[in-house]
């Protein structure tokens, strides 16, 4: 922090980055005008075509990282994503005494412990309200409302495109119709895998582990499973299993280790959970004293990012400080114990279930129920077999030995099934 | 603050208050021992019996609240509720430099402001994160997560008690044994007026103004209605109209204009609000930019309150700071113009509907539905009378009228119906 804001002046800010949630930013300040903050910069490459008058006159436009690093700004709005250039220009910041408000998830999920330490040298401070689940709470609920419990599960919907294709194709959509509605709409990108491949939400619940089970892992420890390969067949037996799916993050501490998963799973009904439509964000975290609480809202978009921006900044303003929550690193070393929904499609002929129950049998795990709608042609022959909790890694040897059989007709799909 | 804090010694604490929340506090200090607290003192009402040997030996017990409030302990932690004595002796704490933590919504709706002036004039902090909601962080997630947005709605569960009482008549139980059985498990209180009254959540709800709407108003100008009124019938007309029924704390800003309600009301069955059930507590609110934001979870009990006391001392012995929301003194004054129901019991005869009808359409009342349930004694007869959106005034003189004649066998009861 430079010299002005001892003396109470505003915090002087520059924006880098001047897309959706850049200008929604921007709007914030400008409309609400929230006492302590002054925009004062404007990063953005080819800034000429991004320029508007609604800013104010006083608001520099530039193109030149570097200048507006120099200059003599308090604050640096990260909001151009990805781990570089933004991890370097963010590095920059904090070592010249500057704070940092971000949403950059990816950048926080692998290096936030090193750059909160560069932040906490030279007295200034990171702040990312945004980068987890983005206009609701959850990030300065943890830190400021709940770090007086232990937190030994998370679970949760953290990617709102995910969200939205799974919730449109549980109302009969196609997978590939609804992804195409997401991007004319803008909520999933060109290249829609960082968001239906999982890493977007592993990233995130790497920070939700880091901040509310005090555990510093490697996101590229969490393999997540793709959305890609739900049907709409199993949205119809999901039904009948009393179930919807979705995309869960899912974390849990056991006996001291460290279980984490992304990716479709079936969440009944009953579950809070499955309330979350369209672009809704959910995250439930279950407290060894305080029992579970529930933050849900629009987890996306530019105005509910932007909001969870300048409130970081009015915090910065205030002399908030962040709540340290010391983390230790640990590794994903265990397995949850879950009941899994393995659907099969398969080319019909005596002795198949029998094979898969022997499969099954050979690694201890217990079938729950076996369904099987009627009225499937029998070369493409959908079928459904639910077991109980076991561990992925004894189920994922069961299933490699069914994937040897010349009777199936595509991998069979395996989800987990929430607890109600 | 003492000397001591600024070389970074621990915070002493002492806990005023040795109940079902302070032994939680101490619990939870004892067991996770987080860095920088310290619980130094312990002061109760006929202490001797109070007295327990896991707190660790160094905890000096008393009865004596003077000469705990003049020891060097940095931070009070008020949990006897109620106006006096506890505001005498935080206003003494906070004027000799010392930190508060609070859980006492009365105090806090009454006083916050004044308080948190005197907390600053002396440099300490009067934190009450435990005062709404209890283990719930709607107060943090507010003053840093959401201080960004202009949040216009406030709807919510705020009180567990009535929630119990309500869900289990859902489900067909009767109001008396539900309230027994409250009282038998320590839900509710002796004397249930401040719970089924609804001046607990009104007191709630106040705060929540302040710190999501910014407006200051006194809670003595929100005039609560009783869940006593609400019989088996209502549950079961709620649920023809699609509804249950919850107790509802309800604020809204209407053009500069503030409004506010509790009581029992109808929610549409598909809102997130009809989903929290027993001793849950849940909050919606909706704000210009960010949209609706839900926090859910335990509102009362130890362990959930104590949750958020030690989040609140964790957060003071990080230096973190209260973000400063600024209020303006309001009035009620306005209502929110929401739909109706109203239940009516008539000894029956000719021209009842046609009276009604009347007084409302003299008021300029739409009448919406007129749903009447076969089979009921007719020197008894229930049945309900919803209306569109109105003022509560204008229903009211209806009302007011229609209670003149002679056909009613008890007052109407007049619920509010929430938007889905």
């Known amino acids: 922090m430079n010299a002005e804001k001892s003396t109470r002046h505003s915090l002087r800010i520059a924006l880098f980055g001047f897309g959706t949630v850049g200008q929604s930013v921007a709007r914030i300040l400008t409309e609400l005008r929230p006492e302590g903050l002054e925009l004062t910069q404007i990063f953005n490459r080819n800034v000429a075509r991004k320029k508007v008058d609604w800013v104010g006159a006083d608001v520099v436009w530039s193109e030149d990282a570097d200048a507006v690093l120099n200059s003599g700004v308090d604050v640096v709005v990260e909001l151009m994503g990805g781990l570089e250039p933004a991890g370097g220009w963010i590095e920059r910041a904090l070592k010249s005494g500057k704070s940092v408000v971000t949403a950059n998830k990816k950048l926080i999920a692998y290096r936030g412990v090193e750059l909160e330490k560069m ?19 959850v990030i300065p609920g943890l830190e400021q409302g709940l770090a007086g419990d232990q937190v030994n599960r998370i679970e949760g919907i953290l990617n709102g495109t995910c969200n939205f294709i799974l919730s449109e194709m549980e109302q009969g959509a196609d997978f590939n119709a609804v992804l195409a509605e997401a991007q004319k709409r803008g909520y999933a990108e060109a290249d829609p895998t960082e968001d239906v491949g999982g890493f977007d939400a592993r990233a ?18 969490i393999s997540p499973r793709p959305i890609t390969a739900v049907a709409p067949i199993d949205f119809s037996y999901a039904r009948d299993l009393g179930c919807t799916i979705r995309q869960i993050s899912r974390a849990e501490c056991v006996g001291g280790h460290v279980a984490a998963s992304v990716g479709p799973s079936l969440v009944p009904l009953t579950s809070p959970i499955a309330w979350s439509r369209a672009m809704m964000n959910m995250v439930m975290l279950s407290g060894r004293f305080g029992g579970d609480v529930i933050f849900s809202g629009h987890g996306a978009g530019g105005s509910p990012t932007a909001v969870a921006v300048v409130s970081d900044l009015i915090a910065l303003a205030s002399g908030s ?5 010391a983390s230790e690193r640990a590794a994903i070393g265990t397995e949850s114990e879950v009941a899994h929904y393995i659907r099969f499609r398969v080319k019909d ?14 690694e201890k795990i217990n079938i729950n129920a076996i369904v099987q709608k009627p009225g499937c042609p029998s070369d493409d022959l959908p079928f ?11 189920l ?15 991998e069979p799909l395996d989800m987990q099934i929430l607890s109600a």
Request: glycine share 8%; aromatic share 2%.
């Open 119 to 137: 932040a906490a040298e030279k007295g200034g401070h990171i702040k990312y309200g945004a980068a987890v689940a983005g206009g609701i709470p």
């Open 321 to 325: 400080r962040r709540v340290e929550i």
């Open 384 to 394: 459904v077999v639910t077991v109980e909790p076991c561990k992925a890694s004894a």
């Open 349 to 362: 002929r005596p002795g198949i279930v029998a094979d898969i129950a022997g499969a099954l049998a050979k």
């Open 396 to 410: 994922k040897r069961a299933l490699d030995a069914i994937k040897q059989c010349d009777y199936l007709v595509e």
């Open 204 to 221: 995130k619940l790497a920070i939700l582990m880091r901040l509310a089970m005090r555990v510093h892992v490697n996101p590229d420890e």
